[in-house]
């Protein structure tokens, strides 16, 4: 579930937006797309991984808050639904899940 965060890290804004439209253009009708979009604050930490990402961080605009919104209104799925929080232990890990629905 962990996914948007290491796609934006490696290909900014437009790389997860390009992800977010080619996998709407793979689901059939009716299709779902379960997204756990990661507190943005926690990207952070991550970006120090590598000067590359570090980069592509500091030139992130696209804020996760903002998926939800995007996702309806751009990408063009009919149906976004909050399924609640994933059952994480550790600090960090009780994310919103979202379901899209093509």
């Known amino acids: 579930f962990s996914l948007t965060k290491w796609i934006h890290l490696h290909h900014g804004d437009e790389g997860l937006k390009k992800f977010f ?16 979009p ?11 991984i590598t000067p590359e990402m570090k980069k592509t ?14 996702l309806v209104k751009e990408v063009g799925f009919r149906e976004s639904q909050h399924l609640g929080q994933s059952d994480g232990h550790a600090k960090n890990f009780n ?3 979202f379901l899209f629905r093509k």
């Open 21 to 36: 439209h080619k996998v709407y253009r793979n689901l059939t009708p009716g299709g779902v797309f379960l997204v756990e």
């Open 38 to 48: 990661q507190d943005y604050a926690t990207y952070v930490k991550r970006s120090k």
């Open 57 to 70: 961080y500091d030139g992130i605009k696209f804020r996760p808050e903002e998926f939800q919104d995007y």
């Open 95 to 97: 994310r919103d899940i």
